[in-house]
């Protein structure tokens, strides 16, 4: 292969994006497509994990220690 070659297949490839973001743009959201693929995440998720899906013990963790260092900025306060 020639640079000559490849530089010509990557601006093609760039010419290409550019076109299919138009078209994108110009088309407008998917809705439809946006909510068939949140609903798969969905069964996905009821699939792998069961429902309701089981809590995140980090992110509990941090709610706990977030909510204890607003407890303390409102006790510093004097706000109850």
Same mark, same amino acid.
């Given at each position: 292969?020639h640079? /000559?070659?490849l530089? +010509?297949?990557? /601006?093609? +490839?760039r010419?290409a994006e550019? +076109? /299919?973001k138009?078209e994108?743009?110009? @088309?407008?959201?998917d809705?439809s497509?946006?909510?068939r693929?949140?609903?798969?995440?969905v069964?996905l998720?009821?699939?792998?994990?069961?429902?309701?899906v089981?809590?995140?013990?980090?992110?509990l963790?941090?709610?706990?220690q977030? +909510? /204890?260092?607003w407890d303390?900025?409102? @006790?510093y306060?004097?706000?109850?």
């Amino acid at each position: 292969m020639h640079p /000559e070659d490849l530089l +010509r297949w990557v /601006e093609s +490839r760039r010419a290409a994006e550019q +076109r /299919e973001k138009l078209e994108a743009r110009q @088309a407008g959201p998917d809705t439809s497509g946006a909510i068939r693929s949140a609903l798969a995440l969905v069964a996905l998720t009821k699939h792998l994990h069961g429902w309701p899906v089981p809590q995140d013990p980090t992110t509990l963790r941090q709610d706990a220690q977030a +909510r /204890e260092q607003w407890d303390r900025v409102r @006790a510093y306060f004097g706000k109850p």
